[in-house]
Structure formats: C-alpha cells, structure tokens
C-alpha cells in the first residue's frame, strides 16, 4: 500500500508540481525551503516511499548523515566508565540537531577497527569516522587517510603530527593545576594512579606531572599504571598506600578508580581529606555522589564528544575544518582534598 | 586503483572460477565455507571494492547486519547511568560475532522515536530493532508492526500482550527475594527508591513490593518514585530518613542511587548497614567499589542486551523467535545489609 503512494499524490496535496517534489524529496537545489518543508510534511502524511531508483540514487550520494565510532575495548569493560557514555551523548546532541546517526562497534584490536572502517565506507554507510584512544605514531590515521574517510580524532595534535583535523584537551595544563593546587594545600608527596601507559594522553599527563613536580621541588611523583577499571584503581591505591613512603595525595585519571581510591581509604582506616587528599578526573556525576564529594579535574565530556561531532560534520561538508581545543578541564575542590595532617603512625 | 581489481583477478590468487568468487562474495549458496573465506581472504588482499551494480544489489536485499536502538532520554542523562552502555556492551558482543553493527539514536520522546525508525528501515539501514524502556501499551509496538520491522522488546510480555518478541526479567520475583531477605534480617519497615513510575517494569516493581511485604505482615512499604539519576536517588533518600517512622532498610531501583543513599546516610551520620541497611539493583561494577560495598540485585545487564540482540537476529533470519526470559536477578550480599539495630535517637 506504502509503494502506491504517487510523486503526483504528494504534489496534489502539497499544492506544487509534481517536478518540485522531485526536487524537495532528493534534496536537489531549486525549490525554497519553505516549500521543501510543505512538500515533506506531505509526503509523511501519506506515507510516501521513495521508489527504488531513487533509493539507490541516495545510496550512490552516500550517507552524509551518519558517523562511526569504532572503540577498541573489552565489551564488558565498555559500560562500567562513563567517559565513553558521555562522549557518545555529545556525539547524539549534534546528531539530534541533523537527524543523523551513530554507526558503533566495539572490537578487540586496531587492525579489526581498521577493517570495520574500511567495510563502512565501502558500503557508504558513514560519512566519516570520529577516532577515540588515540597511540603515539597510530596506524588508523594513515589507513583512514588512505581509504578516502573524512577523519576527526579525539586527541592532541602533539601526537598526530597536525596531518588530520583533531579535538582534544591540554592534558599538561590540566595535571599542572591539579598538582599546584595540591602543593598550595602544603602536599610535597603527590602519586598518580594513570591510565593505560600506551594511550597518547596517558604519556602527556605523565611527562607534565614529572615536569611540574620538579619544578616545584615537590619528591618525585609516582604514577602506577592502570586498565582504567575500578579495581585495577583500587589495587592501585592499595599498593601505594601500603608503600613505605605513603603519598598524602593522589590523583586519578578517572573518575571511577577515584571512588575506588575513597573505599580503599576507609579499608585502610583513613580519613579523607584528613589523612589523605583525592583527586578524580573527568568529573562525572559520580564524584557530586560520594561522601566527601570528590575534588576532580572538570571535564565537559558531552562538550568534548559534541566539538568532535561538529568538526566532523565541517568537514565532510566543506571539505575542511579547523583543529579545535575543547577547554582546558578546571579544578573542582570538594571535600576530597585538603592540607596534609600530621603524619600518622605506620599501617 | 580499487575499483581495477577485478573479480577474475581474486579467482586467480583463490584458484578458483569466476563464478565462485560472485558466488562467495555476494553471500549466496553454492560454495562451501573454507572455499568462501579463501576467495574473501584473496579479495581483502587485492583491495577489491564491489562494482556499484553490485552494491545497488546489496542496498535492495537490505542490511541484515545492523540493529537499531533508539533511547529516549536527554542525551546527558546517558552517560550516568551504567544500565545503557552495558545493555549495549551486550549488544555488541553479539555484532562482533556476526561483524554487525549497532545505529543508535538519542531522542526526546515517543513520536521522534518512530519517526527515526520509519526512516531508517525505508531507506534499509537496519534489519530491525530494539525496544527499551517499555511502558503500559507501548504506542512504539504498533508502530512499527504496521511499519513491519522486526522488532524485540527488552521487557514484561505482561506489558505487550505476547504480541511481539520479548526478553525480559522477573521483576516480581527478584523483589520478593530483596523484601524476603531483609525481613529475614528482621527489618519490618523497608522503603525503596523507584525509578520513572511511567515505565513498565517500575510498576512491577511497586506492585510486588506491596504485595510481598503485605503477604509477610511488613509494614506498608513506601515507593518513592524518580528519575533514576543520583541526585534523584540522594533526594528521595534524605526525604525517608527525615521522615517521622524512618525506614530501617532502603531497596533502590539501580545502582547508582544506591550509591548516592550511601553518601547520604554518611550525611545524616547514619552508619551503614548498622542503622541501616541498602540494596542497589543491576549491579555494575559500582557496587563493589564502595565502603561498604553494595547489596545489590544482581542483574546480568550485559547478558540480557546480547539475549535481546540474539533474539532479533533468530527473528530476522527465521522469520519468528521465542520470547526469552533472562536469569532473574539474584541477591548478592554485600556490607551494606545486616539486621537493624536499636532504633537511634531521632535527628
């Protein structure tokens, strides 16, 4: 019955000819844009489907509504930080303003993520691709670049050589706030409990806390690595607080190990911010919900997975777009952190 | 330079006809598997690209490989809630063994969502869809009935008359096994902190937890209802133990509310689980990352999103599927239940 609905149907009812229907339904120049809209209205209120020729004609166009995201970790891991949640809810915030969509995958390896990319565009099904959890010298950059795939990566450009369009954070101005926050309050001691030492931002955060620490004569900070999951944060901290030269400080780069970090603190029967300070990263909601509150590096994730989504879309239609900073995460202080105490007696 | 690679150049690095490679790479029968994946390997290897003919052909025979779900919830609110990445971390371990994809939407209310899954099955983007959320006479059923799209329910088929495939969880059960188990603690007076009252599976929950705790002589148990956000959850949580009979138990209807009660108790200087006791429900990792860590109601949420996709696929390419019901959640005990104490001094 839907297959029967006529281009003459809708322009009868819509009040044109049947060749600016054409027009408007294909999205082709010469009809005004009021006119467009009566002639959609129309054809939604009869339920017109446009004919095979025409579909295939869309397809040919290719999808320009439509981006891939592929993120290279465990499934299972995928729902316990909401980092990637928020990212893909700023991604759907501009899809919603153009009706477009979010074609998503998760696989195990890059060479997977790669393969999947090249199967999209292939078929036409994006119109270009957003890169998250970027490396040093990444292998999807030149791959993307050679298959013809419009590309934004969420990442500093200090690691992509500036030859694709990028969104990132300065990680580095971040770190220096967090620690000179935290050697204001009087800590000398600062350790971090990091992400995966592979990832491109993981690496700058290390290097800036080595840098910043040193130039304020604080003792050499300590970042053990992590999967980024909850409990490695808390065998983290466990480690750390369990080390002859405790820190009176920690900085996570989640939020998720910083509300581990706080229940391991209690297990070890320390008071935060007492005993010792928390720092979280990202600041979901999740830190306003613990009791303290956690300190955190605010991060406007969604904001952050919007800009990658504009830049996308500058690019794909213009041909160009520029590199965009999303803005420098800021402190948050909260009941997680304050001045050292008395060094207390061994544990 | 693809689109020179030709199909009698695969046939020659396959060692096999013409014919088989048409055959094996545009998925018809005629060639055996091993056979098909050498002709598939030989094609990756040459970078060959279907001609455009053939490409119309996949476009008219639509995509069998892509799932659609379409959320209604402000975008923001997403990336708080575990429940939704881990349902779709389950989703995707299903894509990843079928090299599927996933087209998710962010939409604001009922009528947006049909009219995304009208256009994406008229222009064949997907072979059909999820539905979540679900609520009383679901308007979105159908829908999408009339628009003919397969279609799986993530909830009660009390709720859909049995008229569409369904997976979903025993809610009723698993809130009789929370409420038998505190009153075994010998709790009397139990609260909970229920979700949107508007969908299906909280009124589920509200109905059996009267009938229960009414069948077990408890006091009427109070429901409060929320959006399921933590400060929702931390809202509802301060109005109870304001309240003149403060609940000596408190069951939340996910888990990051539960978290946000626990930081709350700690406000009111209530200590947890002697003054009272919390469950959470679904269980993500959130549970065991608290002090102390969360009783919850713990809810396969990953396994019950690869359930909903494995079902639609059985219904796609089988024309029907049984409605499946996921494992009931089962009560895992944690510290933050014990038997009340001695009723404390009012605050």
Not at 65 to 76: E, K, S
Not at 136 to 155: M, N
Not at 284 to 298: D, G, K, Y
């Amino acid at each position: 019955m839907k297959e029967r609905v006529t281009i003459r149907e809708v322009a009868t009812l819509a009040g044109v000819s049947a060749g600016a229907v054409s027009l408007a339904l294909n999205d082709r120049p010469g009809v005004s844009e009021t006119t467009r809209q009566r002639i959609r209205a129309a054809a939604e209120q009869l339920g017109w489907v446009p004919s095979q020729a025409a579909r295939n004609l869309a397809a040919r166009a290719g999808r320009t509504d439509t981006i891939g995201l592929v993120i290279t970790r465990p499934a299972r891991q995928l729902g316990l930080e909401p980092f990637y949640m928020e990212f893909i809810s700023g991604i759907e915030s501009v899809l919603e303003e153009i009706e477009g969509s979010l074609l998503l995958r998760l696989v195990r390896d890059r060479e997977q993520e790669i393969a999947v990319h090249r199967a999209w565009w292939r078929d036409r099904r994006i119109c270009g691709s957003i890169l998250v959890d970027l490396t040093k010298s990444d292998l999807r950059i030149q791959a993307l670049a050679r298959l013809g795939i419009p590309t934004v990566v969420a990442g500093n450009p200090g690691l992509t050589g500036g030859s694709v369009a990028a969104v990132w954070t300065d990680d580095s101005a971040a770190v220096e706030e967090a620690v000179r926050y935290l050697a204001m309050l009087g800590h000398r001691r600062i350790a971090r409990v990091g992400g995966d030492p592979r990832l491109g931002h993981t690496a700058i955060r290390t290097r800036a806390l080595a840098a910043v620490a040193e130039q304020l004569g604080l003792e050499p900070p300590r970042s053990v690595p992590t999967d980024f999951s909850g409990q490695a944060g808390a065998r983290a901290t466990r480690m750390l607080l369990a080390s002859a030269n405790r820190p009176t400080a920690i900085i996570y780069d989640n939020d998720i190990m910083a509300v581990a970090g706080l229940a391991v603190a209690a297990e070890f029967g320390l008071h935060v911010p007492a005993d010792l300070s928390l720092i979280a990263w990202d600041d979901s909601q999740l830190c306003r919900l613990t009791h303290p509150a956690l300190s955190a590096m605010s991060h406007d994730v969604h904001g952050y997975g919007a800009l990658a989504a504009r830049t996308l879309f500058d690019l794909v239609h213009h041909r160009e777009a520029p590199s965009a900073p999303a803005p420098t995460p800021t402190l948050a202080p909260r009941g997680s952190s304050a001045p050292p105490g008395p060094r207390p007696a061994t544990h």
